[in-house]
């Protein structure tokens, strides 16, 4: 049996760097996200040209598992600070393996199109509870290992490890789903989720646990409310890049620019390559500096897109708002695990990252009803009013800071 990896106490420094102490995590995540990208372009060939059914079906499969995630981030939270993040990451493991069965039970049994989108929909609600604890339990678990003054590399490299896997998950599917008819090649992809679900438990069971924190904890909802200024800047700066994400290349098309594609490859590389050259700075200058500076980069780089007369001015403006989004994430998890004792971090972590989640949830509707109204670069003057609008999140009321 392999040695256990282990994850030294918060309190001690060791001689290891901190980013070999972090890479099982990272692994963790890599593992645990692939379970959601593989499936991701795979399931709207099996819904559609396999099973027959139309567009809304498709949307309701790839958006529950989302919807599944964000409801259960109270319970992975909770369950992390109670039981530990090593058993909330094995538990979210297995409910990913589970999940990847119920996808597979899907196409193999003789069940009919209706039965299969049925039991589909089933794996879909699984895996939204497996990436839930999954990514609680890795956050917490990373930062304990650590130290909490290393918060902001645990959550730089969880980021750039879940980002990888979600692309890479998509033409691994592709390439799954294409070896066979429609039924088989989804049988080969919920293979391939068993398989990742049970690398990243592997991983989780090899790295030594840290023991659940004792001391005072804080009811759920009272996390919520510490961490909702925080979370609400997070979910606001997200819509920035639901904005990319979703109408940077129909806005391209409809202007007759070339290169559309580089646009959300342009916000990529600026993405990783800040959070890879510059992810020390929220641990090392304070997370609502460095939130601050960051929404002032994003929204200058929407309002390049917003007004951009070429297309090298809109490249340009994806690039700066991959950057400054880069560090939003980890700036403003410093500061809402600081709001909190010790005790209570996973349920700070697990409503924390729901603001993201619902950032996400809402940006492609939001984007859509002002592109509906007045067109698509107006969508990028909505993401930098949001991105401004997020910068009162950096400001501590005074209220609190005196309280604290």
């Known amino acids: 049996m392999p040695s256990p990896v282990v994850a030294p106490p918060a309190s001690a420094e060791p001689a290891q760097p901190v980013l070999l102490r972090i890479a ?20 709207p060939v099996l819904i559609h040209g396999g099973l027959g059914f139309g567009d809304v079906a498709v949307g309701v499969a790839i958006g529950l598992q989302s919807l599944v995630t964000l409801a259960t981030r109270q319970f992975a939270g909770s369950l992390c600070d109670r039981k530990g993040a090593k058993f909330c990451t094995l538990l979210g493991g297995g409910a990913a393996a589970v999940a990847g069965a119920i996808y597979l039970l899907s196409v193999a049994a003789p069940l009919g199109a209706g039965g299969a989108l049925a039991v589909l929909l089933a794996g879909r609600v699984v895996s939204g509870v497996g990436e839930s604890l999954l990514m609680t339990g890795a956050l917490a678990w990373g930062i304990a290992a650590v130290g ?3 918060t902001g590399k645990v959550m ?3 980021g750039i490890g879940m980002y990888a896997a979600i692309a890479a998950g998509a033409p691994l599917g592709v390439a799954l789903m294409s070896k066979y008819a429609a039924a088989g090649g989804f049988a080969a992809v919920s293979i391939g989720v068993i398989a990742c679900a049970i690398v990243a438990a592997a991983i989780a069971a090899i790295t030594a646990p840290v023991p659940p924190v004792h001391g005072e904890r804080l009811p759920f909802l009272q996390v919520a409310a510490k961490v909702a200024r925080l979370g609400a800047g997070l979910a606001l700066a997200t819509l920035g890049f639901g904005a990319i994400a979703a109408f940077a290349v129909l806005d391209f098309q409809a202007k007759g620019w070339a290169g559309a594609g580089f646009v959300l490859s342009g916000f990529g590389v600026a993405y990783i390559l800040t959070r890879v050259l510059f992810g020390g700075w929220p641990d090392r200058f304070g997370g609502a500096r460095v939130a601050a500076w960051s929404l002032i980069v994003e929204s200058a780089g929407q309002v390049l897109l917003w007004l ?5 001015a809109a490249f340009a403006g994806a690039i700066l708002t ?9 700036s403003f998890g410093i500061e809402a695990v600081k709001t909190v004792p010790p005790a209570s971090r996973g349920s700070a972590l697990g409503a924390y990252v729901a603001f993201f989640d619902l950032g ?7 984007s859509g009803f002002v592109a509906g109204a007045a067109g698509y670069p107006p969508v990028f003057a909505a993401g930098a009013v949001c991105s401004i609008i997020a910068l009162l999140a950096t400001r501590e009321p005074a209220a609190y800071s005196a309280a604290r």
């Open 148 to 150: 909490a003054h290393h």
């Open 360 to 366: 996400f949830a809402l940006a492609g509707p939001l």
């Open 322 to 330: 991959g950057a400054g989004f880069a560090l939003v994430f980890p």
């Open 24 to 43: 099982p995590f990272v692994l963790i995540i890599v593992f645990a996200y692939l379970t959601v990208g593989v499936p991701l372009a795979a399931l």
């Open 156 to 158: 730089v490299w969880v």
């Open 308 to 312: 951009a007369p070429v297309p090298a």
